[in-house]
């Protein structure tokens, strides 16, 4: 999941009972597994003390910042939600590398084709 950022910041109020999300999140961040997929990734931790609902700033390799509310937000999808935009991040690296424009636009007509082998033959007999 760190390989795809740069920085994390959590801010969070330790008393606060809405804080689980960056806790949890806090403590996959700093599993050996994920310090070793990006060991210059930094994590930074802010304990405030007032009633400022928990956030996590996540900043990806390509400069992107994404403001989370942790409040509301279990850390299982933030987790889903980075490793989603990671993917995205590896396909446009792989067409840049490879000398192709980014984004790939389809024509509209090319979205509208019917693709042979899509659907069974039999539900195309029942269509018809």
Known sequence: ???????????????NPRTAACMEFLAQCNSRKAKESNPACQVEVKRCIDDHPPQITVTYVNGVVENIDAASTPAQHIRQRILERGQLLETEQMFR?????????????????????????????KSQ
């Open 1 to 15: 999941m760190l390989k795809f950022l740069s920085k994390v910041q959590i801010e969070f109020n330790p008393l």
């Open 97 to 125: 590398e490879a000398g192709e424009p980014w984004p790939v636009l389809i024509p509209e007509e090319e979205l509208h084709q019917t693709f042979p082998g899509t659907k069974p033959r039999k539900a195309q007999e």
